[in-house]
């Protein structure tokens, strides 16, 4: 018995010989077959007869076809073995061993499996049965070549080594790590889940356009572009909420989109330009409604996708089962920084401990701006259990409404899991005036030189002067969710193919 896994070559050098191979099929007839159905899959096969003995399976004479790529192959004289992969999953992860004997599909076939390379894509039939050592396998009777790999798979039991390469090569990155797939698969069937959730509920789900005249809901850089019929300049959306609440005026009470939004801004394991969100918007309800709703909504991916609300992340557990933690900024200085309450309420301290910890402090600062600035320098990164921070400043929430009891503040949250911000959400201002004053206080940030800064939406203006009944919304970052849910320690973990420097 042999192996087929070549000792280390010139990967050029491999390539050619392939290429030779594929010429050889070339010059026999239709290189690329598309005439194979497949009738079964690995991972239901398993689940059908894996618990079944060989002295039960064989009399059933099961016939199947099955295809996939070669992902293992042992060479002996007169009858080989191969291992399957298709793009089932299960147990084995899409497996399935195929007994090859040269009796069985004839001489030429036998020897095209011989000399056939792990990765290229075969189509086999043949009859279940149980090997000595109890693997399910297909006892082959024709096989067939559909697609030459030209290219060599990486080491089968190292995978790709280089993690960039994993995010550059994602399609090589899913053939050969079972974690990736899992990964994958998990993140769909927690989105699937959000979206059969808001349904159930009550929300209609809607699109909103991806190219917007005027980049609004968020304080963010836009990527900018040009549209040369219309002859203007149009940005790629930093957000959907501008429009989801027009369709609130609208008449739909209950609204939602799973979507991308685009942030010219940095990259990081947290930040990719181009991500993943959920936001949905619901008349007649506020902030706290909304807490409640997105705790249940974040449970039910989680039970979606890993069938517990205990999570374990970074070598800790996460726990979504029970009851989030709500502070106020203050109230989480007080737990996490280190402050009393009176400190967390004197600008003179504020100011003092975000200088000591090299924070640029601007000298206009309002006591809710120094207790949230000092907030994101200590304490985000340490709210590791899920916790909501409720009451933001006004001054860095344009579109929240104002809290009746304190103007100075807004009925505002954000989410906090494992120190990441996850959910953001308020009671929407729905005050025509008052939203006006702030796009303006807004508008003259950005002619000040603040990129981020909202420019002023007139039509927006417009909507609410015909009139928005009271509204919460809320966006959830799905692809932070989902870092969550498959223990992953990045956002490029997640996203099949995240932004990357061009290639050299």
Not at 160 to 188: C, G, H, N, P, W
Not at 282 to 288: S, T
Not at 299 to 327: C, I, K, Q
Request: net charge negative; with cysteine; aromatic share 8%.
């Amino acid at each position: 018995m042999s192996q087929s896994a070549a000792p280390a070559q010139d990967p050029n050098h491999l390539i050619a010989e392939r290429r030779e191979k594929l010429a050889a099929v070339r010059a026999q007839g239709v290189a690329f077959p598309n005439d194979f159905k497949p009738t079964h899959h690995a991972a239901d096969l398993q689940t059908a007869y894996g618990p079944v003995d060989n002295a039960e399976l064989e009399p059933q004479r099961v016939v199947v076809k099955v295809a996939g790529r070669l992902m293992l192959k042992r060479v002996m004289g007169k009858a080989s073995f191969g291992t399957l992969q298709d793009g089932s999953f299960g147990p084995t992860h899409g497996r399935i061993q195929l007994y090859v004997g040269r009796d069985a599909v004839g001489e030429a076939a036998y020897e095209a499996f011989k000399h056939g390379d792990l990765g290229d894509i075969l189509g086999a039939e043949g009859e279940l049965f149980k090997t000595r050592t109890g693997e399910l396998s297909v006892k082959v009777t024709s096989v067939r070549l559909l697609t030459k790999s030209l290219r060599p798979l990486p080491d089968k039991f190292h995978g790709m080594a280089d993690q960039e390469q994993k995010y550059r090569q994602r399609y090589v990155d899913l053939i050969t790590d079972e974690a990736a797939r899992a990964r994958f698969v998990a993140r769909s069937k927690a989105i699937s889940s959000i979206r059969g959730y808001m349904v159930e509920h009550g929300f209609l789900e809607v699109e909103t356009p991806m190219l917007h005249p005027i980049p609004g809901g968020a304080n963010a850089k836009p990527f900018v572009t040009h549209h040369n019929a219309l002859d203007q300049e149009m940005f790629l959306r930093i957000a959907p909420e501008l429009y989801l609440k027009r369709l609130i005026v609208g008449g739909f009470e209950r609204v939602f989109e799973i979507n991308r939004s685009f942030r010219n801004e940095g990259i990081s394991v947290r930040h990719n330009p181009e991500f993943t969100m959920m936001e949905f918007y619901a008349a007649y309800w506020n902030h706290h409604d909304l807490m409640d709703f997105t705790e249940n909504v974040l449970r039910h991916a989680a039970r979606a996708a890993t069938g517990s609300m205990r999570l374990p992340y970074a070598g800790r557990e996460v726990d979504l089962e029970t009851p989030f933690t709500r502070l106020t900024i203050p109230q989480s200085l007080v737990a996490h920084a280190g402050v009393s309450e009176a400190e967390a309420r004197d600008p003179v301290v504020l100011r003092a401990r975000l200088q000591a910890l090299g924070e640029a402090v601007p000298a206009h600062w309002t006591l809710a701006e120094l207790q949230f600035g000092l907030f994101e320098a200590a304490v985000e990164d340490k709210l590791w259990a899920p916790t909501f921070i409720v009451d933001y400043p006004v001054e860095v929430s344009p579109l929240a409404r104002a809290s009746d009891t304190d103007p100075t503040i807004t009925e505002r949250f954000e989410l906090f899991i494992t120190g990441r911000e996850v959910a953001n959400g308020f009671s929407e201002l729905n005050d025509a005036e008052d939203q006006a004053a702030r796009f303006q206080a807004q508008a003259n940030n950005k002619a000040a030189g603040d990129e981020e800064a909202m420019y002023y939406d007139a039509d927006f203006i417009r909507a609410l002067e015909v009139g928005m009944p009271p509204t919460g919304g809320c966006g959830i970052g799905l692809d932070r969710l989902v870092m969550l849910l498959t223990d992953s320690p990045s956002i490029r973990d997640v996203i099949l193919f995240p932004a990357l420097r061009r290639e050299a």
